[in-house]
């Protein structure tokens, strides 16, 4: 006589793995918006790190030529050369490009500006001046 094996079948019940999805989707409901403040607000940090980077690389232009770049030459000095700049000695960014906010928005300079010397700023997440938040300015005169 031949004797047939049977394995035993193992795994999940639909109910035992919906209770699972269940208890997940209670979780992301609990911690999604806790991480999305949290991811808000670095990005407003990261901004400040980048104002202030670039606020100690307008210096040092400034050491070389004796004046901060004009409105009109922008933050695009740092990388290449103004045509008057006979003392240029950069480029001054490590970079070939001039970096943008977290927000991916091009940083706002004016030179001589309404705060000090020269204004440096993005306007946050929402690219419009003033907001809360993400959306808050960020600034290199504060």
Request: charged share 25%.
């Amino acid at each position: 006589m031949k004797q047939i094996k049977t394995m035993a079948q193992t795994g999940f019940t639909l109910l035992e793995l919906l209770v699972v999805l269940g208890i997940i989707a209670m979780l992301a409901g609990i911690v999604g918006p806790q991480v999305m403040k949290h991811m808000g607000e670095s990005k407003t940090k990261a901004a400040k790190v980048q104002i202030a980077d670039l606020a100690a690389t307008l210096d040092m232009y400034k050491l070389d030529l004796g004046r901060y770049p004009t409105s009109d030459e922008g933050l695009q000095a740092l990388v290449e050369s103004p045509e008057n700049a006979k003392r240029w000695n950069g480029p001054y960014l490590q970079k070939a490009k001039v970096p943008v906010d977290p927000w991916q928005n091009e940083y706002h300079y004016a030179a001589p500006g309404e705060h000090g010397k020269f204004d440096l700023f993005s306007y946050g997440a929402d690219g419009k001046e003033g907001g809360e938040g993400e959306d808050q300015d960020v600034v290199s005169w504060e």
